[in-house]
């Protein structure tokens, strides 16, 4: 037990650098300073606590970010020193890891979590983007675990519970054998402290009686193992007493019955060693059919690698044996953290176990980059073990999980479908947002409802979850025809409204244009169309006004073309502006010479831009700079969020005209009854005339949010 930060350091000093080792220590020194006079319930200074969390992770030859993360875990939560402060001492990684702790920490007391421990588990995991905040944050439960008999009962119970439930199953995620067992033998004796103690017990007084056989099995497996020429540890294994206690439970098996077979485990040099020895075993003793599990070729999910096979003993009694090599059993034991472990310990041996755990992390996460050595890998593990899910709170807390990509509308449906059909907008984090807006896990969603409200046929393109889609389209098609043509009515104006047009303006000709062209029986039916969300109003607003969807954007006149020197380095090359990213001077651009288009530029960050360069085989990509004396009016998109759309336009259009900033055309995308995003083509001289736009724009009241598009 390491009890001073000097014992620590000297154990960082095996397999760290001085100037990390010195790291640790003035994360300690600042720990104790912020934490001053607080004390533990044991009367402890309370630096004994992160010392102790940074211990348990230095056994696991963790990085030293990650342990002066754990010296400073408690520091925002409970001292003076905030965020800021400690990127300034120790950098973004390190305030950012501590932060993540935080926040898990905060959710612990704001959730009373009983029955959404799964969803809790899976939320944090979503939330911790890297994943040592995970890895810090279970070494804190650890060591507190480790110290909850100075706590009163109902605090004890509640967290050996929170423990049982959350932690140790994120532990089992992650493959980390050895913490999970001991957060479960903790959690169980600390809730169940009587019948942990009853197993206790039995489980000592059948272990005399075993031993004579235990030893007996043991040397007739060594024997055979040295007669194959193999070298291998075998070890007598034991349940540990909540997965007893589990069985009992689950299977309703009794004591005797669970004990009743006897466990080894063999740990060789090779993945070959295990199957060579696997057939040796079952020469030995008759195996048990349809008991062998190849873990080795197919991991489980956690990354967990083994042989399991069962064999009949002598008097039939059921042996279980499990065959792996050292690497695979540090797997087991450690999981991710055995990565750490390896790097650090044998340069050589961690090729392999390397490969092996990059194999097994890409399965579990997302890395953020594609790295080269194992350092950067580690620098950059990211962790996003359910892609697919967001968990968002209700206004009560309790948390729901949705699919990727769900909107509030989807939200609403999942709470009950009067309060899908009967919703006109939402708060997002108490803020006013629009209900396309896609959610994000840990944000709290409160809907607002109104009576005699619709559902908007609109929404059938923003919600994720069928569930939403089948009520919608299940509310739709109820409509009788008169209403659903009167509905019709009402959207298609609403988005005529947003050209400035309205029926008046369009016209008897329009009208039987379009009516012609669809192939409709009449207008009342195109009606009826829009109303049932078979026909989006907009689109239909459009075709009934003659625009057409492409001209505006293709045949953009802008007077750069024909400036010259607007590039600097281009001289006498035709030169063309993507039209994916509409780079304007001041961005940092990039170009690539594409046949009959010339010089096309990008700006750097452009996504088309990063992928052709990254498919460059021909050398065609060129270093671009801007002319110093660059002039002319460049093209940009901006997307304008608004909460409502009338006489918004003609305020926005005022804006940017009073700016010099020319307007090339604008496009309304309807979202709900409530909001709708507009994007608007404008030419600007460059990103300082640009920006002062963006800032006049802002300020407008009915203005959320406005961003500059690069597609
Ligand atoms: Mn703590």
């Known amino acids: 037990m390491v009890t001073t930060i000097s014992d620590l350091t000297d154990k960082l000093d095996t397999y760290l650098d001085t100037e990390q080792v010195e790291t640790v220590r003035r994360a300690y020194y600042c720990a104790e300073q912020a934490h001053v006079g607080q004390t533990r319930r044991s009367g402890e200074p309370y630096v004994t606590h992160p010392l102790a969390v940074a211990n348990i992770l230095a056994d696991m030859h963790m990085d030293h970010q990650s342990l002066a993360a754990a010296m400073l875990h408690d520091v925002i939560e ?22 993540g702790v935080s926040k898990l920490t905060q959710f612990e007391f704001q ?11 899976k939320m944090a995991m979503a939330m911790a983007r890297d994943l040592r905040v995970i890895l810090v944050k279970l ?38 054998n050895d913490i999970r067992i001991e957060f479960e033998d903790l959690g169980f004796s600390t809730l169940y402290p009587m019948r942990a103690r009853r197993i206790q017990a039995a489980v000592e007084s059948i272990r005399g009686n075993r031993k004579a056989l235990v030893a007996n099995v043991e040397k007739q497996i060594a024997e055979q193992l040295r007669k194959d020429g193999v070298t291998a540890r075998v070890i007598g294994r034991e349940k540990h007493l909540y997965s007893i206690y589990q069985k009992m439970r689950s299977k309703s098996r009794s004591f005797t019955e669970i004990m009743d077979v006897f466990a080894f485990r063999i740990i060789l040099n090779s993945p070959d060693d295990c199957y060579r020895t696997l057939g040796s075993i079952h020469s030995l003793y008759k195996p048990r059919p349809g008991h062998f599990k190849d873990y080795i070729a197919i991991p489980k999910a956690n990354g967990y690698q083994s042989l399991h096979t069962v064999l009949f003993g002598m008097h039939g009694v059921p042996i279980e044996i499990q065959i792996r090599t050292e690497e695979m059993e540090q797997m087991a034991n450690n999981g991710i953290a055995a990565h750490w472990l390896y790097k650090a310990n044998n340069q050589d041996a961690s090729v392999g176990s390397h490969v092996r755990a990059r194999q097994w992390v890409q399965g579990l996460l997302e890395l953020q980059q ?34 990727l990509g769900s909107t509030a509308v989807d939200f609403a449906y999942a709470v009950h479908t009067d309060i899908g059909n009967s919703c006109v907008g939402c708060r997002i984090n108490r803020r006013l947002a629009a209900l396309s807006q896609p959610l994000k896990s840990g944000e709290t969603i409160e809907i607002i409802t109104a009576p005699g409200a619709n559902p908007n046929p609109v929404w059938l393109d923003i919600v994720a979850t069928s569930r939403a889609r089948s009520q919608i389209r299940h509310y739709l098609k109820q409509l009788k025809t008169g209403e659903a043509v009167e509905l019709g009515q009402r959207l298609l104006n609403k988005a005529l ?44 607003a459009r075709q009934l006004l003659d625009i057409q969807e492409d001209a505006e954007v293709n045949d953009m006149a802008i007077g750069h073309r024909e400036k010259p020197l607007v590039i600097a380095g281009t001289e006498g090359m035709m030169i063309n502006f993507a039209k994916c990213c509409n780079p304007i001077p001041g961005d940092n651009i990039g ?16 996504r088309n831009y990063q992928e052709l360069q990254h498919n460059d085989k021909e050398g065609r990509g060129v270093v671009l700079g801007w002319h110093q004396d660059v002039e002319g009016e460049y093209r940009v998109e901006l997307k304008i969020e608004v909460e409502q759309q009338r006489g918004i336009i003609a305020s926005l259009a005022n804006k940017i005209s009073s700016l010099d900033g020319s307007i090339e055309s604008i496009k309304v995308e309807e979202r709900d009854a409530k909001s709708s995003s507009i994007h608007i083509f404008l030419a600007v001289n460059n990103r300082i005339h640009l920006a002062r736009v963006i800032r006049r724009i802002r300020v407008l009241k009915s203005v959320v949010k406005v961003e500059r598009v690069k597609r």
């Not at 409970?78 to 932060?99: H, M, W």
């Not at 675990?145 to 100075?150: A, G, P, S």
């Not at 947003?498 to 029926?503: E, G, H, R, V």
């Open 78 to 99: 409970d001292t003076e020193v905030d965020k800021l402060a400690l990127s300034d001492q120790f950098g973004p990684t390190v305030a950012e890891l501590v932060d």
């Open 111 to 121: 959730t009373q979590a009983e029955k959404q421990a799964e969803n809790f588990q």
């Open 139 to 176: 070494a804190d439960r650890l060591h507190n675990m480790r110290t909850l008999d100075v706590l009163e009962v109902d605090k004890r119970r509640r967290i050996a519970k929170e423990t049982l439930e959350i932690y140790a199953p994120i532990a089992n995620r992650l493959g980390m």
């Open 370 to 403: 594609n790295a080269g050595n194992s350092l950067e890998f580690i620098e950059n593990v990211k962790i996003d073990l359910f892609p697919e899910e967001v968990y968002v709170f209700t206004p009560k807390g309790k948390i729901l999980e949705l699919p």
């Open 497 to 540: 409204t947003s050209f400035d047009q309205s029926f008046d303006d369009v016209g008897a000709k329009k009208i039987a244009a379009l009516v012609n062209k669809s192939g409709a029986q009449d207008f009342e039916q195109i009606l009826e169309e829009v109303g049932l969300g078979n026909r989006v109003a907009f689109l239909t």
């Open 591 to 606: 170009g690539h010479i594409t046949a009959g288009r010339g010089v096309v530029v990008h700006t750097a960050d452009c």
